[in-house]
C-alpha cells in the first residue's frame, strides 16, 4: 500500500479514536452534566438585601476535565476586562462549583488589577442556577470590594 494512503488512513483512525476518547462522558440534557456552552443571564445584587441591581448576558463554557472559560458582559465597558479562565468540579449529584479570574484595565489601558468569581451551581437538564461571589483586587492583589450575583444558564443549540 502505497504510504501516503497509509499515513491518511492511520490519522482518520488515529482521529475518531481520539475524538471519542476526549468527548464529554454525558450527553446533552441527561441533567447531570455540566459540561458544555451555556447561554446565561447574569443578576448583579446587592449582597445584604439581594435585590436586583443589573442584568446583562454572558456565555460560559464549561469543558471535559474541569476547565471552563467565561464571556461575561459585567462591566459597563466590556473590553476593560478579559474572558475568565477557570477550574469547575463536580461537588455532589447535580451540584457543581467553580472559581474563575480575569483581569481588569484602567481607561488608559494599563492594568487595573483582577476579578475573582465564585460559583455554586445546580444543573437540571438543560438548565442551571448558580450564586456568584465576586472579589475585585487591584493592581497589587490588595482586595478592594466583593459583590454578589445570580446566573440562571440554558445549554447552547
Known amino acids: 500500500m502505497n504510504t501516503k494512503l497509509t499515513k491518511m488512513i492511520r490519522l ?19 441533567g447531570d452534566d455540566l459540561v458544555g456552552a451555556w447561554d446565561m443571564v447574569i443578576t448583579f445584587r446587592d449582597c445584604d438585601t439581594e435585590a436586583p441591581l443589573r442584568e446583562r448576558p454572558g456565555i460560559i463554557s464549561f469543558m471535559f476535565g474541569g476547565v471552563l472559560q467565561e464571556f461575561g458582559t459585567g462591566q459597563q465597558i466590556p473590553q476593560n476586562r478579559t474572558d475568565g479562565q477557570g477550574n469547575w468540579s463536580r461537588r455532589q449529584g447535580r451540584n457543581f462549583s467553580s472559581v474563575s479570574k480575569s483581569f481588569r484595565f484602567n481607561a488608559d489601558g ?7 468569581l465564585f460559583r455554586n451551581i445546580q444543573v437540571d ?12 483586587y487591584d493592581a497589587n492583589g490588595v482586595l478592594l470590594s466583593q459583590g454578589c450575583a445570580t446566573e440562571a444558564g440554558t445549554r447552547l443549540e
Open 125 to 136: 437538564g438543560d438548565t442551571f442556577t448558580a450564586s456568584v461571589r465576586s472579589e475585585i
Open 110 to 116: 494599563s492594568v487595573a488589577g483582577t476579578a475573582k
Open 12 to 30: 482518520a483512525i488515529f482521529t475518531l479514536v481520539a475524538g471519542a476518547a476526549f468527548s464529554p462522558v454525558t450527553a446533552k440534557g441527561q
